[in-house]
């Protein structure tokens, strides 16, 4: 192992000399477009949609360098051998596509791309593209996968926290897998079966703070815990575990965030327990992404609300027994996102994919599910409420509380991302198992597909970039935790969701014609991995609207909007 560790030794120095060129070189390009951005000592927004495509390369940028420093600064002497090669062979691939996206920056806003050319030419660069890039390292690297049999990228935890990641993965192997493949082939709801094992392991209560009957400290968060578990579920099954924890997480947030005592000591150890479960009715028809612009309308009555209008893509909202809506309670549009506020919305749990509540007082709400490629096992609805009643007591922080909605259920968005980010490493981890497995056991042209260069290689590549996103992932945790990092969350999901496309991607090429067979685990795998990039926020608006922006008023030492 020293020998190995002493082989490394260069191209890590390269790697770090090359990553401190370049956060000279981002940061100096994201000064630049901020500052193209400014009116009136503001970003504007009209500006800031003018440049809208170096800003998307720019959010990138961010992701890739800062996953990138996070994967070698977490080397140490002691560090696995082959934990610095997939460091090293991410660094490369990050560094390649970091260049380009400089490039866009600077093109913009027509800056002198010098300095990039300059890095471009530089000796440590080339060295360690040649070192940890070229095809004896990626081979090298790509064999150290599969001796591991694609188990890469371990973090050291705690003993809680390492006891909490065995038992889930036990739980993911032993229970969830073998019901996963039936739920998604014939798009059934997630069970009984799998949910109340998953109450009685308290897997909806991990955000809930222990007096309220969770298992979260009182005093603090532990987004690393719900990052461990939610990981180890989604290598099971995406849509049937490892989404199931989102919901709850997004309505305490909020409650924690803005709900009346009464409301937290009402709802809170319900939902701890699962029951009831719950949906989350924020996106529209028309607004997709845009929460601010919501138009469900809540008009007051007599005791409480009568909402109207329709939401979509509300995923579990046919086993929810509650669904936390974003409405519209103030008739004043010019308001925006200051007229929105949160409503808890009582309904029956149903199995069915479709359904439809009528109340007493003549109001309705109907649901259909929405047919999908994957992440099936919820299920996503459209739904449609007509003078559906919501009492005042169900107003999250009642009076005081309306016109707040959209600030609660930002509330939320951090955690929802981490858990997604999670998921994505979860799905990551079972595609790149399932593709050692299968490479090793499929014969082509007299050889085991694990033989060949092109396999290690492409199995290098997908063990770099699962290792570098779970490192962020557990890393930007505890800055959370720390009560920061809204911006490194975004950073976070946005690499982990696009890279469990890329990794699922060559997880199925890699099966050849079996990949694109149903009965083959990693056909779901990539269906379900596509929809992590759409949901918790579009990949585009998170890029957009909260990195680059985030990124530019750092830059310029403004606070951000809003605040």
Partial sequence: MRDMNN??????????????????????????LARHCLENGRLSARRLDEVQVASFEMAWAGAELLAAETAIAALTPASDPLDAQLALVFTVDAV???????????????EDPAAVDALRAAPEWRALRRAAGGAE??????????????????????????????????FAAEVVAPQAEAIHRHDLTVPESLLQPMREMGVFGLAIPERFGGSAPDDREDTLLMVVVTEALSEGSLAAAGSLITRPEILTRALIAGGTDGQKAHWLPRLAAGEPL?????????????????????????????????????????????????????????LGHKGLSVLLADKPSVDTHQFEVKQDGGGTLTGRAIPTIGYRGMHSFDLSFQDYFVPDAHVVGGEAGLGKGFYYTLAGMVGGRMQTSARACGVMRA????????????????????????TQAKLARMGARLAACRRLAYTVAGIVDGGHGRMEASLVKLLACRSAELVTREALQLHGG?????????????????????????????????????????????APAGA
Avoid at 8 to 30: H, K, N
Avoid at 97 to 108: P, Q, T, V
Avoid at 292 to 313: I, M, P, S
Wanted: some cysteine; charged content about 25%; overall charge negative.
């Fill in 96 to 110: 390649v596509s970091l260049l380009d996206r400089l490039d866009a920056m600077l093109a913009e806003t027509g």
């Fill in 278 to 334: 719950c949906a989350i009715a924020m996106t529209e028809p028309d607004c997709g992404s845009d929460l601010a612009a919501c138009q469900l309308k809540g008009t007051r009555v007599d005791g409480g609300w009568l909402l109207n209008g329709a939401k979509t893509w509300c995923t579990f909202a046919g086993k929810a027994g509650v669904l936390m809506v974003v409405a519209r309670t103030d008739p004043d549009r010019s």
């Fill in 137 to 170: 390292a990626l081979q090298a690297a790509g064999r150290g996968v599969i001796e591991a049999q694609g188990l890469v990228g371990d973090i050291a935890l705690d003993e809680a926290h390492a006891l909490a990641q065995d038992a889930f993965r036990r």
């Fill in 514 to 558: 079996m990949g694109y067979a149903e009965e083959t685990p990693v056909s779901r795998y990539f269906v379900d991995a596509r929809v992590l990039s759409i949901f918790e926020g579009a990949e585009e608006t998170l890029a957009l609207k909260v990195v680059a922006r985030s990124l530019m008023e750092r830059a310029l030492g403004i």
């Fill in 431 to 454: 595609a790149l198992r399932a593709a050692v497995r299968y490479s090793q056991d499929r014969q082509v042209f007299g050889a085991p597909l694990a033989d060949f260069a092109l």
């Fill in 7 to 32: 082989a490394l030794q260069r191209p890590l120095a390269d790697a770090s000399s090359v990553l401190a060129r370049l956060r000279s070189l981002f940061d100096a390009g994201v000064q630049v």
